[in-house]
């Protein structure tokens, strides 16, 4: 399911054509949080760019199942994996179904378009059947602290929640 709009890169090219929104969010020094809740979960990001900040770019994040139908069929912990900066990042963590499960990407350069995705898979019970939930998130955004008239109004969908059941 596609989850709300982002900002994006302003519209380029001949004057009075709109190029398509871009489906990413653009970190800048007037949009410098994201934060986007659904009916799977809750997902936050932030990248600081005013005043004194780190040219790395850190970008803490957080993700919370808040699903109460999931929540009440899980049975057990979740283990949860998150990838990063074509490969470079990686994050895992078990954690009870509900916890706010947050970590910080670092680095990133200006104006490249990165994807962190993360899954978490838990034992759950539906009907008296155990079975296996997956449920992820893919966030798509870039840094750029010298954008001007960047809107979040003007994107398409950052975010992306799955969930499915299997064995």
């Known amino acids: 399911m596609a989850l709300g709009t982002a900002s994006a890169a302003s519209a380029a090219g001949r004057p009075g054509h709109r190029a398509p929104a871009a489906h990413y969010f653009v970190f800048t020094k007037r949009h410098q949080g994201f934060a986007h ?3 799977v979960g809750a997902f936050h990001a932030q990248v600081k760019l005013t ?3 780190s040219r790395l770019y ?3 994040w957080s993700f919370q199942i808040t699903s109460a139908k999931l929540r009440a069929i899980a049975r057990g912990r979740a283990v949860c994996t998150a990838t990063g900066l ?3 990042y990686h994050d895992r ?6 916890y706010v499960w947050h970590s910080t990407v670092r680095p990133h350069r200006v104006r490249k378009v990165y994807t962190l995705s993360g899954t978490c898979t838990f034992p759950v019970q539906v009907g008296g059947r155990p079975g296996r939930a997956f449920v992820g998130f893919a966030f798509h955004y870039a840094i750029n602290p010298d954008a001007r008239g960047v ?5 398409g969908s950052a975010i992306t929640t799955t969930v499915r059941y299997g064995h």
């Open 37 to 39: 809740r659904d009916r």
């Open 51 to 53: 005043g004194r900040y």
């Open 58 to 60: 850190p970008m803490p």
């Open 86 to 88: 074509n490969g470079h």
């Open 93 to 98: 963590h078990v954690i009870p179904v509900g």
């Open 151 to 155: 809107s979040p109004k003007a994107a």
